[in-house]
């Protein structure tokens, strides 16, 4: 029994423990269970913070994106804006240069005008001017009664100054008025005017001396003085004095061959006077400077008919010349007839046409770049057949270095002494005489191309070089004939070598 109940208690016993242990792996596996699912838990929140960390960067991509998005549309907008600003300011600018081209317009029209007013005032005044004439030979008819109408045109003309009113003109203006109308008062009013109008003509060669004195002040004070500064140095004459001499004409421009030469003359002149004092060696240099302008001086004259070819380099002034040329001629009684020769500047034509029309003078013209040759043939066949006193041709500037425009000179002068064998032909060469010693050596260069009868120095009242006229008279000896000493039209003189030595030095 005992055994029985043992066994009985022991198998009794036994399921307990099985289940126990099964209870004890029931909660092992329930527990690792557990930590598996929280395990899958964490790993399910890690994947949805990520998840969550992934869209926010998703988000701020798509913002960057939409700020991207929204700028570029900006900038876009922006250039919409500069490109209408660009076309509004591009028709600004259309309108703009429309205006200026009425404006230009209007400024044409308006110095048309101007040179129409000028060229109706100068009618006015030759009119004037001819009317007073008149009246006056008519006066002076009534005067004298057994003097014929032809007596008395042929005296009133010839004593008029410029010749303005023709025999023709005279005659109708006298035929209009009888005598018999004419009362004595008018004819002693006459009279007071005839003595009036001769102290001007008295004082017309002051009037010319002193235009060429105040245009040489420049050069006058640039000599003078430093010869003046040299001799007052010094209180005896020696070598010294002379090297300092020699030095100061030097640097006043008039050459070193020609300072050596008056030098040379100075020395013989101060030994043969027997001067001692440096006080008297500035009147020994005057008279050495005097001889050397006046030799071998020939007055310049142009017989009917005569053609005038102007030649230099450009920028010298040779239109302008030859405009106061015009007018000088034509001041002194002589038909003028201007050639437009110059056919490859621009507007040369057009300057020269001014000049014509302020001098009431013809002009001969071809189109722009036409052959020069052709316009002095035609000019030369207008000349004779109008009978004109003096044919002027201008001619383009040219170098001496330009092969090509040498010979278009010397077919111009070939073509003149051809089909004009019986006029005198003046070639001037134009120089500016404020470019100095670059002056003289144009004039060398030109002589070796060209048949140079004369010169003619412009600017001589703008600067201090006009020792430039010593130069070349001595080392060159061809003539000077006019010299510009101002811009006015009557400003260009015939050259005169006393009175430009008188003027050179100050003396009256």
């Known amino acids: 029994m005992g055994f029985f109940k043992w066994f009985k208690k022991k198998k009794e016993n036994a399921p307990v423990e099985n289940t126990q242990a099964n209870e004890v792996e029931v909660s092992v596996t329930e527990e690792s269970n557990v930590e ?3 395990t899958v838990k964490e790993n399910q929140n890690e994947d949805v913070v990520e998840a969550v960390v992934s869209t926010d960067d998703e988000v701020e991509v798509v913002e960057e994106s939409v700020d991207e998005t929204e700028t570029i549309a900006e900038e876009v ?9 660009v076309e509004k300011e591009e028709v600004a600018v259309e309108n703009t240069v429309e205006e200026i081209k009425e404006e230009e317009q209007a400024v044409v029209e308006d110095v048309k005008e101007v040179e129409n007013a000028v060229e109706k005032v100068e009618n ?101 003085s430093s010869v003046e500064n040299v001799l007052s140095a010094f209180t005896k004459i020696d070598e010294d004095l002379y090297e300092e001499l020699e030095e100061a004409l030097i640097m006043a421009d008039i050459g070193v061959e020609t300072s050596l030469y008056i030098i040379e003359k100075l020395r013989e002149k101060v030994k043969d006077e027997k001067i001692h004092d440096p006080a008297e ?29 102007v030649i230099g380099v450009n920028g010298v002034g040779k239109t302008t010349t030859i405009g106061k040329l015009t007018h000088n001629y034509m001041e002194n009684g002589k038909t003028v007839l201007l050639a437009a020769a110059d056919t ?20 001969i013209k071809h189109q ?62 134009v120089l500016d005489a404020t470019t100095g010693q670059n002056a003289l050596q144009q004039a060398k260069l030109f002589k070796e ?35 510009g000493v101002g811009e006015q039209m009557d400003d260009l003189q015939e050259f005169n070598s006393k009175d430009f030595a008188k003027a050179l030095f100050g003396e009256e």
């Open 36 to 38: 598996e699912t929280q």
């Open 77 to 85: 907008s922006e250039i919409e804006e500069i490109e209408d600003t």
């Open 124 to 224: 006015e005044v030759e009119e004037n001017h001819t009317e007073s004439t008149t009246e006056g030979i008519v006066e002076e008819v009534t005067k004298e009664n057994d003097t014929t109408v032809e007596e008395v045109e042929i005296k009133e003309i010839t004593t008029e100054e410029n010749n303005v009113v023709e025999k023709t003109e005279v005659e109708e203006a006298v035929q209009e008025i009888p005598e018999e109308n004419v009362e004595p008062v008018e004819v002693e009013e006459t009279e007071e005017v005839a003595v009036e109008e001769q102290p001007t003509e008295e004082e017309k060669p002051k009037g010319f001396f002193a235009k060429i004195k105040a245009g040489l002040s420049k050069t006058r004070n640039n000599i003078i």
């Open 281 to 309: 060696v500035k009147g020994a240099i005057i008279r050495v400077i005097t001889e050397i302008l006046e030799k071998d001086d020939e007055p310049f004259e142009l017989p009917h008919p005569s053609v005038v070819l």
């Open 344 to 363: 490859f500047r621009a507007a040369a034509i057009d300057q020269l046409q001014v000049w014509a029309d302020r001098n009431n003078a013809q002009l």
């Open 368 to 429: 722009e770049n036409s052959d020069p040759g052709a316009v002095v043939y035609d000019a030369v066949q207008a000349a004779k057949a109008r009978n004109t006193d003096v044919l002027i041709c201008d001619t383009a500037g040219r170098l001496h270095n330009k092969k090509n425009l040498m010979e278009e000179l010397r077919k111009i002068s070939k073509i003149v002494n051809k089909e004009y064998p019986d006029a005198k032909v003046e070639t001037l060469l």
């Open 449 to 483: 191309v060209a048949d140079i009868t004369g010169l003619v120095l412009t600017k001589l009242d703008g600067t201090a070089k006009g020792g430039i006229v010593l130069a070349i008279k001595h080392e060159m000896n061809i003539p000077v004939r006019y010299i």
